[in-house]
């Protein structure tokens, strides 16, 4: 059974920074690409980070220079350090991977940047 299990959300004043975690288990996660979600308010879900099996790393327009994506493929365990946020980067922040076609999410951690 596939399980993602991110935490680390919380509240952060504009400017300053968190780090999200994600767990993985029920996969063979050295061989996964990892990816980072977030869902605003009234917004569709948008592809934030994505680290491949190989450890090369991708990220949106809006979020980069600021976050980074990194995994620890002994601890089965894919983090997103988010630094200088800004109020737009409050949403909801999913682990998201896939395995034999099939796309599993973490129930998601909520960020909240306030001015």
């Known amino acids: 059974q596939v399980q993602l299990v991110e935490s680390g959300g919380g509240l952060v004043q504009a400017g300053g920074s968190l780090t999200l975690s994600c767990v993985a288990s029920g996969i063979v996660f050295s061989a996964r690409d990892m990816r980072w979600y977030r869902q605003a308010p009234g917004k569709q879900r948008e592809l934030v980070a994505t680290i491949t099996y190989g450890g090369f790393t991708s990220y949106a327009d809006s979020v980069k220079g600021r976050f980074s994506i990194s995994r620890d493929n002994r601890k089965n365990v894919v983090t997103l350090e988010m630094n200088t946020l800004k109020l737009e980067d409050t949403a909801d922040y999913y682990c998201?991977?896939?395995?034999?076609?099939?796309?599993?999410w973490g129930q998601g951690t909520q960020v909240t940047v306030s001015s």
């Open positions: 998201n991977t896939d395995q034999r076609g099939k796309d599993y």
